[in-house]
């Protein structure tokens, strides 16, 4: 049962991943600080942020709904950020592949909680 934000498989995931990211952005060079190293970090972070802004509106159907299309947006955003590590050779091709499969996970799971969610007003 789903009681709170935190209950929500694409929650985790998406905390996880953006955890991940932090981790492996620590590796960027010093000179990415506050170029590529922080807009992945905003980026991911930003996926899981919206969910949890998101839920506690979720009573207002489309305002939750927009909150899930936010993060969609944030879910692109983070795969194209790493698409930046991988041509500048930060992440190898192995990591980038996982990272955007999960991306990818994450994103379907945001679309069809979109899809599904129906708020039940009164």
């Given at each position: 049962m789903i009681k709170t934000y935190k209950d929500l498989e694409v929650y985790k995931r998406s905390f996880n991943l953006a955890m991940e990211i932090f981790w492996l952005s620590k590796k960027f060079p010093k000179e990415e600080m506050y170029s590529l190293t922080s807009q992945i970090n905003r980026s991911a972070r930003s996926i899981s942020a919206n969910i949890t802004e998101g839920w506690a509106k979720r009573n207002f159907e489309a305002v939750f709904k927009?909150?899930?299309?936010?993060?969609?947006?944030?879910?692109?955003?983070?795969?194209?950020?790493?698409r930046f590590a991988l041509e500048c050779k930060y992440l190898d091709e192995s990591t980038y592949e996982k990272l955007t499969s999960e991306l990818d996970q994450i994103g379907k799971m945001l679309y069809a909680l979109h899809k599904?969610?129906?708020?039940?007003?009164k």
């Open positions: 927009q909150h899930l299309i936010n993060s969609l947006g944030s879910n692109a955003e983070t795969e194209n950020w790493l599904n969610w129906k708020s039940h007003e």
